[in-house]
């Protein structure tokens, strides 16, 4: 393993004072942001500090069983939280959600670890958990935004649904169009991340390797992986949240919508 | 000659009370019905129900000897056919939205012919604007008139309409509902109108009245 400086409590401490220049930057504007940001900045080390044990436990003991159940346990809060952000729900979207992150994250992270990098033993948490965290993470926010669509299709040219079953249409032929939207939209931000990836941003994770002392190119490599992969759980992810919602929304007897979530 | 048969139709309010008690629709081609009541008595709670777009407990469907289950709700639509109140278009051309059906797998079987759609633009007196118009030209009576140039491109064997003659001035929506009773006879197809003016209901074949969640026959003579 490549060397890395190793940061002390102290380090940590130091880096307070950064919150620190912000909080006092909203004080000083009166943003009135002071109290939010400071329960934000301890949310986030008290939850990454836990997440380090945990890891680190899940690391020592390195049985399949316990990453597998870890695994698990970041797939239901990728799902809760994917249903949560999204604006409208409907009856039945926890289910959609949970079996569109297990498919999709599924087939993308799995590719990946078991063929691609070829992680051994096949469980390895070193590169297990990162790297379904990521898949995670990013077919998320693809479901969120594909979902989002979807509804606000619906809702917005339900007319147009209904005029196409009343000639005859199947579900499928009435809701294609506003699938198909749905889709692009919960895929462009992978795309656009791929089109300017090195040139405005490094991705985290390759910065996270770099630092650690990953020659560059190999950090590069790992990147490439790690973004087709996302890709490609976006699009599955998008693809099987919209015909599942799909199915839902427009049913055999014409539309169901939700009702709209109070903001 | 079509044979038609839909209902008992059973539609309960929220609060348990019927908006629809068996209802039961049953007309042999060629025929032009139209079916009245006082608003909000259930004259489109009734032909949504008919097409199976809502959660009215329809005990059967049939067309001829055919017999249509739920599953088969989307065929059923494709031969009887609703136009919706307030007479809603695809975002797209006059063009688009008089052909889309005959792309849908249900339509299959059926060749759009410009020509006829031309034909029956000119009856309706939409001749004045393009084919390849945007749609969000129209006014009201305009998209009530190309609903029905909708429907009647379309031919299904059963065709209702919700208030299709809304908006129009009254001589164009006297030829207009002349229009629909002389495809009923051309097409030997079943039209079921719901239309508020009685002058209406007295040129029809069947003049029906749906109150208290039951359908009378109207005695014209």
Known sequence: MAHYIELTPFDLFLAIGLIVIAASISAALKLGLTRSLSLAATRCMLQLGAMGFILKKIFQINTPVLVLAWLLVMLIFAAREAVRRSKTKYRGINLDALATMTVSSLVAGGLVTQMVINVQPWYDPQYLIPIFGMVFGNSLNGICLCLDRLTEYVRSRGNEIELMLTFGATRAEAIRDGARQAVRTGMIPIINNMTVAGIVSLPGMMTGQIVAGASPIQAVAYQIVIMFMIAAANALGSMSIAALAGRRLVTDFGLKLPPMEKT | ?221
């Not at chain 2, 059973?10 to 068996?22: A, V």
């Open chain 2, 1 to 221: 000659m079509e044979d038609f048969e839909c209902g008992p139709i059973s539609c309960l309010t929220e609060s348990g009370q019927y908006i629809l008690k068996d209802v039961v629709l049953k007309f042999q081609a060629p025929r032009l019905v139209v079916i009245n009541g006082p608003s909000g008595c259930g004259k489109s709670t009734l032909l949504r129900a008919v097409a199976g777009l809502n959660r009215a407990k329809t005990a059967k469907r049939r067309l001829d000897s055919r017999l249509y289950s739920e599953k088969e709700l989307p065929e059923w639509r494709a031969h009887v056919t609703l136009l919706l109140q307030d007479a809603p278009c695809l975002d797209g051309s006059l063009l688009d939205n008089i052909s889309f059906a005959f792309g849908f797998k249900n339509g299959s079987d059926r060749t759009f012919s410009q020509d006829r759609a031309l034909q029956i633009i000119n009856k309706v007196r939409l001749d004045h604007i393009p084919l390849d118009a945007h749609v969000n030209r129209l006014s009201g009576g305009e998209r009530h008139r190309l609903g029905i140039v909708r429907g009647l491109v379309w031919a299904p064997p059963v065709l209702m309409a919700d208030e299709p003659l809304s908006g129009l001035e009254p001589e164009l929506a006297d030829s207009c509902f002349d229009i629909l009773k002389e495809y009923s006879r051309q097409q030997e197809a079943i039209v079921i109108c719901v239309l508020h003016e009685e002058r209406f209901a007295l040129r029809a074949d069947e003049w029906l009245r749906l109150e208290h969640g039951t359908l009378h026959r109207v005695n014209t003579i």
